[in-house]
């Protein structure tokens, strides 16, 4: 089965440093960064607001917790976002997915 994370990022820069990375070791396929959006939150029991860029980053179910893991480790965010979950994947996609971790490719 295929997975999808989503986490905002602060700047398309950081989204796309970090994409790299994750491609380079090996725990997702792809990392979409979307254009801004507005956020409206509650940090620190204060209400707040900003601008932030959404990134879908895909990968395999068996890749997604480490995937996850490795995110925030390398995240801009002291506490960022970061959730994934399991999907149902078109055959192409899923094949796709399903070799990230069968390559040897994975770094950590």
Known sequence: MSALIY?????????R???????????????????????LFIWGGEKGEGEEYPAL?????????LAISRLEELHPYDAPAVLGWQCVAGKAAES???????GGNIRH
């Open 17 to 39: 440093k970090i994409g790299e990375q994750l491609l380079d070791e090996g725990l997702i396929g792809c990392i979409n960064v979307g254009g801004p959006i507005q956020s």
């Open 57 to 65: 980053l895909k990968t395999d179910e068996d890749l997604l917790e």
């Open 7 to 15: 986490c905002p990022f602060p700047d398309t820069q950081s989204a």
């Open 96 to 102: 796709w997915l399903r070799n990230l971790g069968g």
